[in-house]
């Protein structure tokens, strides 16, 4: 007789293997909470901006290019950090938690020790509002887990996550544990902060991007570090770099994945070197695009267009003012969206093309964060929402930063976000249906 092996996960719940490599979590119902959202009016708004976490903990949506709505709108997903006075160390824990915006509750429905100040336990919904991803730390690795929200059990997979495919038949992701080394509070919590996990020098033909099928749980690696390395399209300038990879994110179509590539040198020259590349689901085509300079300090926030054949980023184009950009998927047909309006901040567009949104911030003392509404066809912009975030200054760590990360609703008609007026990361909706 076959005996049935047990993991612990990061609740302390039994996970029971059902295939190789993955595992079963039976959990109790979780309870919902009422509260009560809470408009914010201080100061000139742009539309109805309300708060939508309770005021019991600090709060976050995953990321400006992840959309925290579930697929039908009624189900907003958040991460509750235990706190926000010092850097994560691994084994400490955050919760997964699922507000109904039509009710006003809030459900925790899972807890996990993968997450991080940036983008929280990395949540992503499936295709349908059954299915919620994050990832947990299991067997001494970081893997991607299903919550089925309907029967409140959740299954861990063999390979990490960063992102979901839109049909939710698999999910790819470098592996958590290395984020940290090029930038903190975007994986796993290191067990050393100081001195996390790292690669030996250049780039591996043996690590990368992981696919893993959510219906076989079969993981294999998608790209290596080698492999895009190669296409760089000039030598580093130094020896002894070593390639990493970071944000990893699919078009909405399914059909093509963007990759960013960065590289580390000893001495530190150059920061982290981000470039960013393309390549199709099925790992061809890879292709780099356009960045200032290619080594060095190159341009920021890379997102798909929604179109899925552009690709919208911060770029420097005249070497001077940064710029909302556009460039297709292979690198060509760069444009510039405006040369009028600055860019900057973490930029997504809406369908059309007409609309960015983004956030920005201003030093005066006490730190503020603004969510912008940039309007191409006008070339003007509106400031959406101005409110107190956690000040840069104060703060022991640059992860513990609290960036805006201005995210769209599924139908472009609301915008949620970050701040923390009270000094408390919370989560808010701004309401822009009469607007735009």
């Known amino acids: 007789?076959?005996?049935?092996?047990?993991?612990?996960?990061?609740?302390?719940?039994?996970?029971?293997?059902?295939?190789?490599?993955?595992?079963?979590?039976?959990?109790?119902?979780?309870?919902?909470?009422?509260?009560?959202?809470?408009?914010?009016?201080?100061?000139?708004?742009?539309?109805?901006v309300t708060c939508v976490t309770p005021d019991d903990g600090s709060y976050l949506h995953t990321y400006y290019?992840?959309?925290?709505?579930?697929?039908?709108?009624r189900y907003l997903a958040v991460t509750r950090v235990?706190?926000?006075?010092?850097?994560?160390?691994?084994?400490?824990?955050?919760?997964?938690?699922?507000?109904?915006?039509?009710?006003?509750?809030?459900?925790?429905?899972?807890?996990?020790?993968s997450w991080g100040f940036q983008t929280g336990a990395n949540l992503n919904w499936g295709a349908t509002d059954r299915h919620l991803y994050t990832n947990d730390v299991i067997g001494n690795q970081a893997v991607c887990v299903q919550i089925d929200l309907e029967t409140d059990k959740a299954t861990?997979?063999?390979?990490?996550?960063?992102?979901?495919?839109?049909?939710?038949?698999?999910?790819?992701?470098?592996?958590?544990?290395?984020?940290?080394?090029?930038?903190?509070?975007?994986?796993?919590?290191?067990?050393?902060?100081?001195?996390?996990?790292?690669?030996?020098?250049?780039?591996?033909?043996?690590?990368?991007?992981?696919r893993t099928d959510l219906k076989t749980n079969k993981k294999r690696l998608l790209v290596s570090l080698a492999d895009v390395a190669a296409k760089v399209p000039e030598p580093p300038p130094k020896k002894g770099g070593t390639f990493y990879f970071w944000h990893s994110k699919f078009n909405k179509q399914g059909t093509r994945i963007m990759q960013v590539l960065r590289c580390l040198f000893p001495?530190?020259?150059?920061?982290?070197?981000?470039?960013?590349?393309?390549?199709?689901?099925?790992?061809?085509?890879?292709?780099?695009?356009?960045?200032?300079?290619?080594?060095?300090?190159?341009g920021g926030?890379?997102?798909?267009?929604?179109?899925?054949?552009?690709?919208?980023?911060?770029?420097?184009?005249?070497?001077?003012?940064?710029?909302?950009?556009?460039f297709r998927y292979d690198g060509t047909e760069l444009i510039v969206l405006s040369e009028k309006i600055p860019g900057g901040g973490h930029p997504t567009i809406e369908p059309r093309g007409r609309?960015?949104?983004?956030?920005?911030?201003?030093?005066?003392?006490?730190?503020?964060?603004?969510?912008?509404?940039?309007?191409?066809?006008?070339?003007?912009?509106?400031?959406?929402?101005?409110?107190?975030?956690?000040?840069?200054?104060?703060?022991?760590?640059?992860a513990l930063r609290f960036d805006g990360h201005p995210a769209w609703s599924r139908d472009y008609k609301k915008v949620c976000f970050n701040g923390a007026p009270d000094g408390r990361r919370q989560v808010f909706i701004?309401?822009?249906?009469n607007i735009i």
């Open 156 to 210: 861990a997979f063999a390979g990490p996550m960063y992102h979901i495919a839109p049909d939710e038949s698999c999910v790819i992701g470098f592996p958590l544990e290395l984020l940290n080394i090029t930038q903190q509070g975007y994986g796993v919590p290191s067990k050393d902060p100081e001195n996390p996990r790292r690669l030996p020098p250049g780039a591996a033909n043996d690590e990368g991007i992981w």
């Open 430 to 433: 701004a309401d822009l249906s």
């Open 267 to 298: 001495d530190g020259w150059g920061d982290r070197n981000a470039m960013v590349f393309t390549f199709n689901a099925d790992r061809s085509n890879i292709r780099y695009t356009p960045s200032d300079p290619i080594w060095g300090h190159g």
């Open 1 to 48: 007789m076959n005996r049935r092996k047990f993991l612990k996960t990061s609740a302390g719940l039994l996970a029971a293997g059902v295939l190789p490599g993955c595992w079963s979590v039976s959990r109790p119902a979780p309870k919902k909470t009422k509260f009560s959202f809470r408009p914010y009016r201080a100061g000139k708004t742009l539309g109805i």
């Open 65 to 73: 290019d992840v959309c925290p709505f579930s697929p039908s709108q």
């Open 82 to 113: 235990p706190r926000q006075d010092r850097i994560a160390t691994l084994g400490e824990t955050a919760d997964v938690c699922v507000i109904d915006l039509r009710e006003q509750t809030i459900a925790t429905v899972y807890t996990t020790k």
């Open 301 to 326: 926030h890379p997102n798909w267009h929604p179109d899925g054949e552009h690709l919208i980023r911060n770029l420097k184009p005249d070497g001077k003012e940064t710029r909302f950009c556009r």
């Open 355 to 398: 609309y960015i949104i983004t956030d920005s911030f201003a030093y005066d003392g006490l730190q503020k964060v603004s969510i912008r509404l940039v309007d191409l066809v006008s070339d003007d912009e509106q400031d959406i929402c101005t409110m107190p975030t956690i000040n840069r200054e104060t703060v022991k760590h640059h």
